[in-house]
């Protein structure tokens, strides 16, 4: 391992560009999907290991924890990425498109992977310089419900003695360079819901004799969108989205039944915890009101990310360190984002690093099968992990 010169942070992380680079393209060629990244986490615990200083784990089977010892008192300090991609077939041409079909990084773990590699390589080189204790977590199966960090918070002892934790999220839909943060309300709760409709089949030249389940859906449908617009203040923020409707099989055939599921996207628990009874109220007026039966499943999802206050204004101040005009205040997301599972533990705030450039075509949306970034938005994550860890580690 070749050392970087001593020179300033901001310069220390550009000169890991091509390194960043590297491993950012070894991980989008070779994706694997959530709780089975086998082959990711064996990768990172090797390229860790080449580190000095560094206690590298295996807490659970996918994950992979780098823990550095300051030379300064000071706080314990969890730094995160995740690490899996996603069941999306890659549309990209470059030169290191997935070599998985079906599975590609369409979300950006593998640049918030690369970027935490940096931060590990930069800590390592001068501990002495260090506040407190450094945890990093190379998190498996973020996209994948019930999620890596559950497991890893109420599974495992890495939360036990962090006092603050934070990480970042890589945003095609912000210019590169950009840093956004948010006290606050971040990420919204995602919720799913599924319904299956019972009617009576038929032929379809005969629909008399039949209870249509699709029919009965479609107005299911429409007048779930109801729920958010006539149902929920103006002033609230809530998402009802229908995104799966399945029946019938040819087109003489009227089905005997049908299937749907969505999403409720909330922040306030309150309006979360009312939602299940607001949109099985819809479905069971209409489908009773044609005869028909229901069963209706409603699945809790990860918490909302609501950021520490305290952590978050440190945050600001950092990115206003290092990228100057860049750093703005972040607008809240409807995504959901399981990294909510470490603020149930510790103080924490989550951010945002642009990494979208209409000339690299990398401003495709997340889980699009033309996503990429903009590999000099690495550099980015680097600077401000690397001094999120070093600041947030002196304590408030």
Request: with cysteine.
């Amino acid at each position: 391992m070749t050392t970087l010169p001593r020179t300033s942070a901001g310069e220390r992380a550009a000169a890991l560009a091509p390194q960043l680079t590297a491993w950012r393209r070894h991980l989008h060629q070779h994706p694997e999907l959530g709780f089975a990244e086998h082959e990711t986490s064996a990768y990172i615990a090797a390229e860790l290991s080449r580190l000095p200083h560094l206690s590298v784990t295996r807490p659970t089977a996918t994950s992979v924890l780098a823990v550095l010892q300051g030379g300064k008192p000071g706080q314990t300090v969890l730094l995160r990425a995740d690490i899996d991609a996603l069941p999306i077939l890659e549309e990209n041409s470059f030169e290191f498109v997935s070599s998985v079909p079906g599975v590609m990084h369409a979300c950006g773990h593998d640049g918030h992977t690369s970027i935490l590699l940096g931060v590990a390589r930069l800590l390592s080189e001068d501990p002495s310089q260090v506040n407190g204790q450094i945890r990093m977590i190379f998190q498996h199966a973020e996209e994948s419900g019930p999620g890596g960090a559950e497991e890893l918070v109420h599974g495992t002892e890495l939360m036990s003695g962090v006092d603050v934790v934070t990480g970042l999220h890589l945003n095609s839909q912000l210019p590169t360079g950009v840093v956004a943060v948010k006290p606050g309300a971040f990420m919204a709760a995602p919720d799913v819901f599924r319904v299956t409709i019972q009617g009576k089949g038929g032929h379809a030249a005969h629909p008399e004799e039949t209870v249509d389940p699709i029919v009965i859906g479609a107005q299911v449908i429409t007048n779930l969108q109801q729920v958010v617009s006539r149902g929920v203040s103006a002033l609230d923020n809530m998402v009802l989205s229908v995104t799966y409707f399945h029946a019938g099989t040819t087109h003489n055939v009227i089905p005997g039944s049908a299937e749907l599921m969505g999403t409720v996207r909330t922040f306030d628990a309150e309006l979360r915890s009312k939602a299940p009874g607001m949109l099985e109220r819809v479905v069971r007026g209409i489908t009773e009101a044609h005869g028909a039966t229901y069963t209706f499943a409603y699945e809790p999802g990860y918490r909302p990310v609501v950021n520490t206050d305290w952590v978050a204004e440190r945050l600001m101040g950092i990115a206003r360190a290092e990228v100057g005009d860049k750093a703005q205040l972040a607008t809240p997301s409807m995504g959901g984002e399981d990294f909510s599972a470490y603020l149930t533990r510790a103080p924490g705030a989550y951010f945002n690093v642009g990494s979208g450039n209409a000339e690299l075509e990398s401003d495709y949306p997340h889980h699009h099968p033309r996503f990429t970034i903009d590999e000099a938005s690495l550099v980015t994550g680097v600077r401000m992990l690397y001094a999120a860890a070093l600041e947030l580690g002196k304590g408030e």
